[in-house]
T-cell receptor, first 117, second 107 residues
Framework: DSGVTQTPKHLITATGQRVTLRCSPR?????VYWYQQSLDQGLQFLIQ???????AKGNILERFSAQQFPDLHSELNLSSLELGDSALYFC????????????????FGPGTRLTVL | GIQVEQSPPDLILQEGANSTLRCNFS?????LQWFHQNPWGQLINLFY???GTKQNGRLSATTVATERYSLLYISSSQTTDSGVYFC?????????FGAGTRLTVKP
């Protein structure tokens, strides 16, 4: 158990809908990362937040948005869903104290499997 | 954009064998990391290694940044080493993953 929790574990929805994925980081971690894993695109980094502020941005679609709240949990919002958005969405957290993106050991949650029908 | 290529795509080993996984990247990078995804889907961050060599038990990694490659060594492999190994490079606050090497260790 990494200490990172993600809810829900599974989500089935229809095209055009909007969903929210939730992530709670390990106690004491200030950084949260979101990743998408699909058969077509492989693993992709979406976005990183550090202590409530966006720190790094990857291949995140404009239909997707994220935020990190004062209690450090994070939410990934996916809107106008398309069939191609079906994927496993991982959240990871790290201490975030070492500075510089990608220098911290990341701890991953179990993922949320999104199916868009 | 930057290209990240991993080889081999698939590797089957007998328990106890050693293996070397390779990650080539097409441009200078700020950081490089190795990850393992077990057969149940759990991801684990193995190494942060922008250059040089690091060791953690039976696993070690070497990155030669000037030649744009990194190697992950697995010694005395165990069935629990099975899964997919990903390298990821960090450039300008973005992270790009390779397609992974799928390792199967047979008892």
């Amino acid at each position: 158990d990494s200490g990172v929790t993600q809810t829900p574990k599974h989500l089935i929805t229809a095209t055009g809908q909007r969903v929210t994925l939730r992530c709670s980081p390990r106690s004491g971690d200030l950084s949260v990362y979101w990743y998408q894993q699909s058969l077509d695109q492989g693993l992709q980094f979406l976005i990183q937040y550090y202590n409530g502020e966006e720190r790094a941005k990857g291949n995140i679609l404009e239909r997707f948005s994220a935020q990190q709240f004062p209690d450090l949990h994070s939410e990934l919002n996916l809107s106008s869903l398309e069939l191609g958005d079906s994927a496993l969405y991982f959240c990871a957290s790290s201490v975030g104290a070492s500075g510089g993106f990608g220098r911290d050991e990341q701890f991953f949650g179990p993922g949320t499997r999104l199916t868009v029908l | 954009g930057i290209q990240v290529e991993q080889s081999p795509p698939d590797l089957i080993l007998q328990e106890g064998a050693n293996s070397t996984l390779r990650c080539n990247f097409s441009d200078s990078v700020n950081n490089l990391q190795w990850f393992h995804q077990n057969p149940w889907g759990q991801l684990i961050n193995l190494f942060y290694i922008p250059s040089g060599t690091k060791q953690n038990g039976r696993l070690s990694a070497t990155t030669v940044a000037t030649e744009r490659y990194s190697l992950l060594y697995i010694s005395s492999s165990q069935t629990t080493d099975s899964g997919v190994y990903f390298c990821a490079v960090v450039i300008n606050n973005d992270m790009r993953f390779g397609a992974g090497t799928r390792l199967t260790v047979k008892p």
